[in-house]
Structure formats: structure tokens, C-alpha cells
């Protein structure tokens, strides 16, 4: 019955990907998967992910096709016997809820003390983890400016604390609305001190020029947080029109929840810690 339902939901990624992952974190004695079962259950729901982010895409080049989806419902009908090698090079999505945009708003914030203690004993450098969802840079076009931002380091009181952080990458409109693809990074590469350390490249999905009046570049610092079992937005930044400019720039942190509107601001700390970020423009 639950495979037969996941079936009909190929067609709606994001929803089967949710419910997959919910299989795959099922207790041992819950579950009728057996661990194999669970990390390919995982691979699919990361290529729904996948299949999800291609949907929301304004390019005409998708990562992942149709026709690549299609291919996963054979393994899904045959997930009990299925001992072939998985046809798409994916990890599993990490066994863990990930919140909806807006959806941990309605959750009760935890205070400073949680905060603190939620990762002690945590490892200086993360482990390999699940890639993040960056997407290539775009074809250029004569006379259009195409953004690079390397996203170097995070300033937290608590950096050490943090367990497997990322920073999802966002464009909006004034109203909140998403003018190009959301991106994630991967888990951040170490910490060190008061900084989470990422030295990864974004892509901006858009030719600068091509951006509506008032739009902003959004960064949302996420981790998780054990004792609630889920990814968490910590803070966030953002990064006017007015700002992009080549070289190197820091930018200050907010405190959640994620206002895209830019309209109640409240600093995350008075203490001098910033997102240290690189600036690089392409033109022809």
C-alpha cells in the first residue's frame, strides 16, 4: 500500500521525497525495510529533491529530467527485491526532518542556553555528508554580468557548537518571491575558533542586470539540532543590488525567522561577527 501510494506521487517530487525520507528515519522494529532498503529509499528521495529543484528552474537545461524519474519507478514497485546498482551517482538525504520554508516559525524558539549546549563535544571538522543542491554557472550573454560569490566564513559566538551547517542561497523580489532556483551548500567544512568555515562557490541564476529593483541575495545559516530532531535556520544575511560589487565584503546577521521582506531587522548580536563573503562579476 505505501508503495503503491509513493508511486502515484512520482509526479509530485517534493511531497514523495518528504514522505520517503519519513520511511527511511522509521525505526528498526517499525520498519519493513531492511537498512540496504533504507539507503536506496534515501538515494530516490534525493533524486526527487533533485527532480524538484529542476521543476522550480528558469533554465531550459534541467539537472534532472523527466525521463530520469521515470527510471525510479521500477525500483520502487521492486524495493524488496531490488539488488541492482542505483542508476544515478546520489547519496541519501540525511535521516533527519528538514523544515518547509515558513514551517519552523510556528516552533518555539529555543533560548540562548540550547543554543550553546545543543552540538558540545561535536568534532572540529564535519564529516562527508549529502552534497548540496549548487547549480552550475549560467551561459554568458554579450553585455550581461554574471555573480561568483565564494561564501567564505560565518562569525558565531557558538561556532563550535553547530552540527552539520549549511547556508541555503536565495534571490528575492520585495515581496518575498524567489526570482531564481534556491541553492544549498554542503555541510560546511570545518570550524575553527568563533567561524564555520565553507569556501564554496555560488552561482547566481540570473545575469545581474536582469534582477527586479529591490531585489536581495539571501543567506540562511541552518544546523541541526539533536534534541529536537530536526535542521534548523540559526540566522540569516542578505546582500542588496546596491552591494554587488567585485572583491571581498561582510555583511551583518539577523536573527530568525527569515524576514524575505526586509521589514522587522533585528541584529542576531552586538558582538562583531559578520558572513565574510567574495564578490566575483563576468562580463563579456
Known amino acids: 500500500k505505501c508503495l503503491q501510494f509513493c508511486v502515484s506521487l512520482l509526479q509530485e517530487p517534493r511531497r514523495l521525497a518528504r514522505h520517503l525520507q519519513k520511511e527511511a528515519q522509521a525505526q528498526h522494529n517499525n520498519s519493513e525495510f531492511t537498512e540496504e532498503q533504507k539507503k536506496t529509499i534515501g538515494k530516490i528521495a534525493t533524486c526527487l529533491e533533485l527532480r524538484s529543484a529542476a521543476l522550480q528552474s528558469t533554465q531550459s537545461q534541467e539537472e534532472f529530467k523527466l525521463e530520469d524519474l521515470k527510471k525510479l519507478e521500477p525500483i520502487l514497485k521492486n524495493i524488496l527485491t531490488y ?29 540562548e542556553e540550547e543554543e550553546g549546549g545543543a552540538g558540545a563535544g561535536s568534532p572540529d571538522s564535519f564529516p562527508a555528508r549529502v ?16 555573480l561568483t560569490i565564494r561564501i567564505e566564513k560565518i562569525g558565531l559566538k557558538d561556532a563550535g557548537q553547530c552540527i552539520d551547517p549549511y547556508i541555503t542561497v536565495s534571490v528575492k523580489d520585495l515581496n518575498g518571491i524567489d526570482l531564481t532556483p534556491v541553492q ?3 555541510v560546511a567544512s570545518r570550524k575553527e575558533d568563533t ?30 539540532k539533536p534534541k529536537k530532531r530536526f535542521t534548523s535556520t540559526k540566522c ?9 560589487k567585485a572583491g571581498p565584503i561582510v555583511i551583518e546577521l539577523y536573527k530568525k525567522p527569515t524576514d524575505f521582506k ?23
Open 83 to 111: 539488488n541492482k546498482e542505483f542508476p544515478f551517482d546520489v547519496q541519501p538525504v540525511p535521516l533527519r526532518r528538514i523544515l518547509a520554508p515558513g514551517e519552523e516559525e510556528n516552533l518555539e524558539f529555543e533560548d
Open 195 to 224: 567561524y564555520v568555515h565553507f569556501n564554496v562557490d555560488i552561482e547566481l541564476q540570473k545575469h545581474v542586470e536582469k534582477l527586479t529593483k529591490g531585489a536581495a541575495i539571501f543567506f540562511e545559516f541552518k544546523h541541526y
Open 236 to 244: 540569516f544575511a542578505f546582500m542588496e543590488m546596491d552591494e554587488i
Open 262 to 284: 526586509r521589514k522587522k531587522l533585528q541584529l542576531l548580536t552586538k558582538k562583531p561577527l559578520y558572513l565574510h563573503l567574495h564578490q566575483t562579476l563576468h562580463k563579456e
Open 131 to 146: 552534497p548540496g543542491t549548487l547549480l552550475p554557472r549560467l551561459p554568458s550573454e554579450p553585455g550581461m554580468t554574471l
Open 184 to 186: 544549498d551548500t554542503p
